[in-house]
């Protein structure tokens, strides 16, 4: 969540707050580098105060950064009087985030930060990503929640080690990198049509074939650790799961349809904190404007 306070202030003062705090005079002097870009996009440049609040820290997989710029975009295309569709704003965190400051990251977090709910993405080798939504009902998405838990590994981590590595890996044509990639890819899509069927015993087992493959990619993907606590959840119940993000810690999320408390009760012993969620079906928007 992002809170926002515009003239009248009693300066011109950019004052921003998020883990830290700025208080600055020019953009440029902004240190935060997704805000500063999100200030010059939209052309706001004085006199703004920006408070940041989350649920999760930076670098648990979670999407944070694309989550946290699209917010960002979001709410100041609003103090310009502006009505940004979800659109406009993945493409404009989008840019920022790939074309200006060259992260290597996809494009998923920012698109489905913006657009919410159960949403398939196609992107072209251009980039071009075609938004869709899967005729699925309510029923089966309530199911579909309710087998999903997730537990906080306790480890934070950057994930552009990962994924720098990955795309180097892809760019060179490395056959057992791209190929992992394509089969992913082909799991995702048979995800999607167990999901549409409501077969989420299928859904987890898929889940579980996605994390083989996905671990194998890189060695930074998973460790001894995350290893024994996937295992561990297996066995008290869960048909498959994986870290979620770019891998090496973050959360861990498990498809466990049946009774939860044996895994709930193992994680709790290993020391990993439950983190209850619910799916969000609106995307990013504007909670109050006065």
């Given at each position: 969540m992002i809170l926002v306070r515009a003239?009248?202030?009693?300066?011109?003062?950019?004052?921003?707050?998020?883990?830290?705090?700025?208080t600055v005079e020019k953009i440029s002097q902004v240190q935060h580098t997704l805000i500063k870009e999100a200030l010059k996009l939209t052309g706001i440049n004085?006199?703004?105060?920006?408070?940041?609040?989350?649920?999760v820290p930076y670098g648990t997989g979670m999407g944070?950064?694309?989550?946290?710029?699209v917010a960002t975009?979001?709410?100041?295309h609003a103090l310009s009087g502006q009505e940004a569709a979800a659109e406009q704003i993945a493409d404009e965190a989008c840019h920022i985030e790939i074309d200006v400051l060259k992260s290597s990251v996809g494009k998923q977090d920012q698109y489905l930060a913006a657009f919410g709910g159960l949403t398939q993405l196609e992107i072209d080798r251009k980039g071009r990503v075609e938004v869709s939504r899967p005729r699925v009902s309510q029923a089966i998405l309530k199911d579909l929640e309710n087998s999903f838990v997730l537990f906080f590994t306790g480890i934070s981590r950057s994930s552009h080690q990962i994924l720098s590595k990955q795309n180097r890996s892809t760019n060179r044509g490395d056959k057992k990198v791209?190929?992992?990639?394509?089969?992913?890819?082909?799991?995702?899509?048979?995800?999607g049509q167990a999901i549409v069927k409501g077969d989420i015993k299928l859904v987890g087992e898929l889940m579980d074939t996605h994390w083989q493959y996905k671990r194998k990619l890189s060695q930074n993907i998973s460790n001894d650790r995350i290893d024994r606590w996937y295992q561990l959840g297996c066995d008290a119940g869960a048909l498959g799961g994986k870290i979620m993000g770019a891998g090496g810690g973050g959360f861990l999320l498990f498809c466990c349809p049946g009774d939860k408390t044996e895994i709930r009760k193992v994680m709790k012993k290993e020391g990993l904190r439950e983190?209850?969620?619910n799916?969000?079906?609106?995307?990013?928007?504007?909670?109050v404007n006065f």
């Open positions: 003239p009248p202030v009693i300066d011109d003062l950019i004052r921003l707050k998020y883990s830290t705090s700025e004085k006199a703004v105060e920006l408070s940041w609040i989350a649920d944070s950064s694309g989550s946290f710029l975009l979001k709410a100041l791209v190929n992992g990639l394509h089969f992913i890819k082909e799991i995702g899509h048979s995800i983190l209850f969620v799916f969000d079906t609106e995307g990013v928007k504007i909670l």
